[in-house]
């Protein structure tokens, strides 16, 4: 009895254990980083440096950029008269002691990016007032905001002022702070500055904005003359280590509005640079040991970016000392060299369930399982294959693989449930329609946290959303995204309760804290920032771009959080880039993937913001392409706009001002981004053997805008010019040159011509007075072509001739042999609709005739000769895209044999494009319609209406050999009985045909 009471108490008890383990609820932390970012990236920011430039009757001018202060904790200390270099910074703090004088009240502006002071520093600010005022509705500066700050002049041994601002942080509409006095500045040569709450009457002078001579002598002591003595208690502010302090980069400029004038100080704010992420990741780690740190990739600068190799080592580095759980490699990473990627992977937990490495020291696994606060924690990892494809990854080696996302991260997670992972993490670097997509499609998992690229909001908020289990879904979770930018850092808990079988989500608490200015940056990276940062200084008065605002149309505005003036578009900056290398390497086309912008300024753009626009790793290669592989690629890129040229115009499809012609060869520079892209993989990769390097795009801009720098310092007109043509070089600007043309020549294998009713046997023209037939014969067209902004001239030799062969005869079924000479006059271009179309007049001269004279199929007899002369005179337009020139002019046409002149019309057009992306078979229509008035009494040789229609399937075999399926038209009718019917002559063809274009200027023959 005592022993089955034992085995019941002990049974008993398992049961109540078990059931306590298995109904515990357990937290789950999870902290992650925002991505897009590495060192230099998470620099600083400097966006709203012209603001005022969209308002009305506010002028903005003698805009500079400098590095003017340095900033710690909401203390900034600043020269706003010059710069202040870190070496002058540095020397500051050894000539001991320093001297602080009486503070004074000023009222500045703080926005998201940016800190705004009138100067001289005034309580009454009328820049403050009259920008709050505008701050109306619509807003203009929504996010802007007044502050309070006392400003104090520090002085050292050698009589070197700097300013002292400190933010108060009284906000509008509030009023200031009673007593801006009741802090006692003291300071001695080996401690820290400190501060108390009393009050010391005599203080009072020297006054703010000047230091006497007594100040400097009264400096020797151990505070300001007349200070008290007082136990000080230490604040956060640290004088005696140059160190503590972070360079802020600034914009100076005169203010104007309303018959008032200041000096407007301008300062960039951190906003999470590398050491303030770093310390704040690991301060929230400290605080919860058992977090799982997660991070979203495209944290390593890129290869050979802007950053020194040094610059990119520290991040690394400083990514191996933190404690992640799982690292999902992004562009960033996945662009290392493999051996690199190889001991990265080593350094940090990878995961990426949909990229299969070619080689297996890359150590690449699906899913990573972590075991915290008694629980198994599986996470997956997935990246964006879009965003990968843009980035050339997805293509970097035959080895690699990218999966599609969802189906991958399917499969990872069906395989942690195999293993009885009840508690699973997705972390992703995706777009945010991909992460709308991998939401309603992973139903089964915890937490989906994701680096969508389109959110744009960096505020610092908390949400809790809680479950009621098991009524609601297992796992009922959206997924939490994060902004992508450098300065947002996050913290999930998940609560989880458990039964003996399930694993149910309770509630989900998610922290998103962005990294303020007053967020400590960690002491061990010290000055490493300034000093990865070092050209800053070396190059701020070394303007190796205008201001492009001076270049004349360059300006684009932009709405966002805030309205603001970018100087420069990435679009816009990338065309220029792209003009810089077509100038270079003088070339038709340069084809480049949209470049990053890391900071907007005004002013003339310094060196090292140049350089860090292009921070990528392109290289360039010189290839061939088509008119059609460009309007391959301009289709395929349709909805993403990530190609942006030089010298071709994707809107209207000109290169050099010319409309895109099919069959012509055009000598390119492309990026291996692009080459690399595998959305563009059907134009690109069978051109990529024969594709040959030309070195990166970096020093080669680079090179060139120093040139340009030297060579006319200052920006003269001359050189302004130049600028100006390198940021609108889109191709519609018309450039001089001579070409040679063969356009379809070629023979037709087969031709069958079916005349619809009783062929005209009197008109000179053998398809039209022939019976129906199965001919052999060829035609071309041989052209010599100049054009440029004021005229283009071309000369064109057109042939055509079919027979087919009797017992007793040959006959004839085509026989044409055209010579013309037209003249565009493109300086008179006419305005229609407002400039959107251009009519160019043009002048036409052509002579029609044969090879042998037709016969009269009534007669038996010969026609005469074909001779005729036509002069058309009349507008063209080139809409661009697909359809080439549409012509209307007016015919005068003299027939030589019958002495006979007669006026008319003309309407001709054409068409060509190919059937889709991925096969470049082209269809190519075109129409030349004529309709000659009647004269006198007409005879029946003569028509009044000739059109001459056409439609082919041009198949491309090699190179500009083509395969040609045709279809050729006739339309005819008579000026007099019996011939004054519509007649109709359909010409069936296939045969093979050649084309190419000669262009003597570039130097290659197609």
Known sequence: MFRCKLVATTLSCWLALSVTAFAAQVPIDVIYTGNEGGITGSYLALEEVDLFAGLPDWELSDVALHLPAYRQGPYTLMDPDGRLTKGRFQAFFTKRPL?????????????????????????????????????????????????WATVRPVVNADGDRLWLVRD??????????????????????????????????????????????????????????????????????????????????????????????????????????????????????????????????????????????????????????????????????LRLPKSQLSRFSRDVPLVAANVLAPDPEIILPPYRIIETQGTRVGIVGVVDREGLRDAGVAKLDAGWKVEEPVAAAKKAVAELRRQGIGTIIVITDMSHAALELLETKLTDVSLIVGGAKLVATDQSFTETVRYDWPAEARHPIAPLTVCPRPYRVGRVRLLLDRDYRHTYLLSVNHEARRIGDDQPGDPRLGWHVVDLHDDVEKNLDYGMLPDVRTLGGGATMESGDMMKWRMYSGAQWTRMAAGIVRERLGVEVVLLPKLAMFTN?????????????????????????????????????????????????????????????????????????????????AVFDPLRKAARPIGDLRPLVLGVLEGQRLKTPGYPDSAQARFSRWLNDDGSALEPRWAISLEDVGADALSIQNVNQTPYSQVRNARINTQNNAAVGGSGKLALNYSSEAVSWTSRIKALYRQIGFVDKVQETADDLVFSSELRLTLWRLPFENGAVQLTPYLLASYDTEFSPSTNATTNMANALQQDFDGIAGLVVSPGGAWSDIKLGVIGRYDLQAKLFRPGLQLATGFERALSNQFPIKVKVGADLRYYMTVGTPTPDQLGFLGDLSAALIVPIWQNLNLTLGLTGLVYRGQAAPQDSWGLSVNPTIGLSYGGVWKPQWGVLY
Do not use: C
Not at 113 to 130: D, I, K, N
Not at 132 to 146: I, K, T, Y
Not at 201 to 212: C, I, N, V, W
Not at 630 to 642: G, I, M, Y
């Open 99 to 147: 001297r602080i004088g009486a503070p004074a009240t000023a009222a500045y502006g703080q926005s998201s990016y940016g800190h705004f002071l009138q100067w001289p520093p005034s309580r009454e600010s009328w820049v403050m007032a009259a920008l709050l005022a505008a701050n109306g509705e619509p807003p203009h500066f929504p996010d802007l905001d007044q502050h």
């Open 168 to 333: 108060e942080g009284w906000r509008r509409p509030a009023t200031p702070p009673p007593d801006f006095q009741s802090e006692l500045w003291a300071t001695g040569v080996d401690r820290p500055m400190a501060a108390s709450d009393a009050v010391a009457a005599s203080l009072a002078a020297p006054a703010s904005d000047a230091a006497t001579a007594s100040d400097r002598s009264a400096a020797a002591s151990d505070g300001p003359a007349g200070a008290h003595a007082i136990a000080p208690r230490p604040v956060d502010l640290d004088l005696s280590d140059a160190y503590r302090w972070e360079p802020l980069l600034g914009v100076q400029g005169r203010l104007k509005h309303n018959k008032q004038e200041a000096r407007l100080i301008m300062l960039a704010r951190q906003l999470g640079t590398w050491d303030r992420r770093i310390g704040m990741l690991r301060r929230m780690v400290a605080d919860r040991p058992m977090s799982l740190l997660v991070g979203i990739g495209n944290t390593l600068d890129r290869p050979r970016s802007a950053a020194s190799d040094a610059a990119r080592k520290e991040s690394w580095e400083t990514i191996k000392t933190l404690p992640y759980a799982a690292f999902l490699p992004s562009q960033a990473e």
């Open 601 to 681: 300024v005004v002013g003339q753009i310094p060196a090292y913001m140049v350089a860090g626009w292009l921070a990528g790793d392109d290289r360039l290669y010189r290839t061939e392409l088509t008119g059609t592989q460009l309007q391959q690629l301009t289709d395929l890129d349709a909805s993403f706009h990530t190609i942006v040229g030089a010298g071709y115009d994707p809107a209207v499809a000109k290169v050099g001002g010319r409309s895109l012609t099919g069959n012509e060869r055009y000598v390119a520079i492309v990026s291996d981004r692009l080459l690399d892209n595998a959305r563009f993989a």
